[in-house]
């Protein structure tokens, strides 16, 4: 699937050539991406510490909170797909793994909570680097259909595995407790969710700019040519690969904290579409994008839920608007729009 | 024997269905290279317009062929409004506008038609034939045979007529196509229709054996993806082979190992062949141009 990137970012061309990036000026490509990296990180936190002002009661916050979630794991994917190329349609496969290990760790082995979190991210790291190799051999649509069965492989475990996860009907979760501080309440979650889409967003962007994050966009223009330069390509689409299944991961388990509740659903074909949707619908290659992405596809059911029947109807038209109107996804369509007009 | 006729049948009977999605989305990757994800409201569609129009008094076949033309309406509009305004853009941005072209078509049937799951009768009755001491529904060899004759149809039309050529001139190379004078938007809109009526007729010989719903199109379009995918994306035959394989697959899984999880056997396999074989069974490999 060869996709071009659109980026918000300065475009290395800008600053090259090379005599340029040398002269006098002092700003090197490193300087600007670190400026670039810390004005990113900033605009973040401000839309994070701003928004509450102006939400009129508790619910918002638990959509929000939602959004920031649901960011985090569209953040991770769009790692894999906006940057290094490769899709998945079945990272929701991952969250599950989060979700029902801070499920059953507590209920059935009696971890703390805190602890089963991060057994959850390293099972899914695990997963993902033993399943990564065979699969990231695969290209285009043959990548698709292949994430696509290990997604629904997982989604099947968990609701037929009934004694460990309850099954179809799912499983209760118990409350998430940080050194005596018992994270409750949309209000918490709010803060709690956003601070850690702030901080994978930095992670991100810290990657991006790493030598293997440029290995990885090299990857994503050719990989043959990405090959000739030296880059071991099979290795990083698998560090991606496992990067991304662990945002999912982590993601997955505050999904299932939040909500108290779990089902096989959240690893399930509909919520990798819509993970793929958020990336997609963002904008692949922003980091902004994933959280617009999320945004838009959280609270549309909830504001459409006033068309009663029609909910669906409107939201496939305007799924479907959005791609056409805005190809690129809506961050780097705007940005783009934007940019022509100062120029 | 008879237990293993039995789940060969049943297998088959569902693998047809499968075939024709498969078969469906390889036209429409063919002639315009995006992954149709709406394939599967194509079969919803044919089976509920049928009841429906049926219901409202038309006899049974005029109300069938309406189908037909009313989804092969809606996959010439898909086109037309969908695809084509979007045109140049990404392949995941194709395949999220057939996302929610898909969303939508569910949405639609959902208020025109009912949430509710319906039937058709069957064409021949259900009282079963034995065979090698097997209950073989009279329904499942009509699927069959139905299947047959859309695959044996098509081949004939798109090998024996200029028309046909033009369109696999446009699915061999479309800007090539263009300069030899065939129009393409005739043919990808061709492509669309043909794709859309296929999944419709799949869908109105199913349904008195599996009934029908709004909400069936998903699972059809993910294992129509996975037979194509299986078969190698682009063929044809590939397709058919692939819809049967998984087909056969499930039914063996189901009836040999663990119902609950023949979905999971059915996509183990699959994920097996492609290790094996990355472009599919019959797909052909592709050098990347730099």
């Known amino acids: 699937m060869s996709v071009r990137r659109i980026d918000e970012r300065p475009a290395v061309k800008e600053t090259l050539p090379l005599g340029r990036r040398l002269g006098s000026a002092g700003t090197t490509i490193a300087d600007r991406f670190a400026a670039y990296r810390l004005t990113s990180v900033l605009a973040i936190a401000v839309v994070i510490a701003v928004v509450p002002v102006f939400f009129p009661s508790t619910y918002y916050y638990r959509v929000a909170a939602l959004v920031y979630v649901f960011a985090l794991a569209a953040l991770g994917l769009n790692l894999l797909m906006g940057f290094a190329g490769q899709v998945s349609l079945g990272h929701a496969g991952f969250m599950g793994i989060g979700a029902y290990a801070v499920a059953i760790g507590p209920t059935h082995f009696g971890l703390p909570t805190w602890l089963s979190l991060f057994v959850g991210a390293a099972l899914s790291a695990g997963v993902a680097f033993l399943v990564g190799r065979p699969i990231l051999r695969l290209r285009g649509h043959y990548l698709a259909v292949a994430t696509l069965g290990f997604g629904l492989l997982l989604a099947i475990v968990f609701s037929n595995e009934a004694e460990w996860t309850g099954g179809p009907d799912g499983m209760s979760v118990r409350r998430l407790v940080l050194i005596g501080w018992a994270v409750r309440g949309s209000e918490n979650w709010y803060w709690f969710s956003g601070a850690t889409f702030l901080v994978g967003a930095a992670l991100a962007l810290n990657l991006i700019d790493s030598p293997a994050g440029r290995a990885m966009r090299a990857i994503h223009d050719s990989e043959t040519a990405a090959r000739v330069l030296g880059i071991d390509v099979a290795r990083t689409k698998l560090v991606v690969f496992v990067i991304s299944a662990i945002y999912a991961s982590v993601a997955g388990s505050y999904l299932a904290l939040f909500n108290g509740h779990i089902t096989p659903e959240v690893a399930g074909f509909l919520r990798s579409i819509e993970l793929v949707a958020m990336v997609v619908l963002g904008g692949m290659g922003s980091i902004a994008g994933s959280l617009v992405g999320a945004a838009v596809l959280v609270l549309l059911p909830q504001v459409l839920t006033f068309l009663h029947e029609y909910e669906h109807l409107v939201l496939g038209l305007i799924l479907m608007g959005v791609m056409i109107f805005l190809r690129n996804g809506i961050v780097p369509s705007i940005a783009a729009a934007l940019k022509g007009r100062s120029s | ?290």
């Open chain 2, 1 to 290: 024997m008879a237990e293993f006729l039995q789940f060969a049948f049943s297998g088959l009977t569902v693998g047809a269905v499968y075939a024709l999605v498969a078969l469906g989305f390889t036209l429409i990757y063919n002639a315009s290279d995006v992954i149709n994800f709406a394939q599967g409201e194509f079969v919803m569609i044919g089976g509920l317009a049928t009841v429906f129009i049926a219901a409202a008094g038309i006899p049974l076949p005029l109300a069938a062929l309406l189908a037909v033309v009313a989804a092969t309406a809606v996959g010439l509009a898909l086109y037309r409004f969908a695809i084509e305004p979007a045109r140049g853009a990404s392949a995941v941005s194709l395949i999220m506008i057939t996302i929610g072209a898909s969303i939508f078509l569910r949405g639609a049937a959902q208020v025109i038609f009912d949430k509710r799951y319906h039937s058709l009768p069957p064409l021949f009755g259900d009282t079963p034939i034995k065979f090698g001491g097997a209950a073989i529904l009279p329904q499942s060899l009509v699927v069959l045979a139905g299947a047959l004759v859309i695959v044996v149809l098509l081949w004939t039309f798109i090998e024996r007529t200029l028309f046909g050529k033009a369109v696999l001139a446009t699915a061999a190379n479309k800007l090539a196509a263009r300069l030899v004078g065939i129009d393409t938007r005739r043919t990808v809109g061709f492509s669309f229709a043909v794709s859309a009526a296929i999944g419709a007729i799949a869908g109105i010989l199913i349904t008195p054996i599996t009934l029908t719903s709004y909400n069936i199109g998903t699972l059809l379009a993910l294992k129509g993806f996975a037979a194509a995918m299986l078969g190698g994306i682009g063929s044809a035959l590939g397709a058919v082979i692939g819809g049967l394989l998984l087909g056969l697959l499930e039914a063996f899984s189901a009836g040999y190992l663990s119902s609950q999880y023949k979905d999971a056997v059915a996509f183990i396999v699959i994920l097996v062949v492609l290790f094996a074989r990355p472009q599919g069974l019959l797909g052909r490999a592709t050098v990347e141009r730099v």
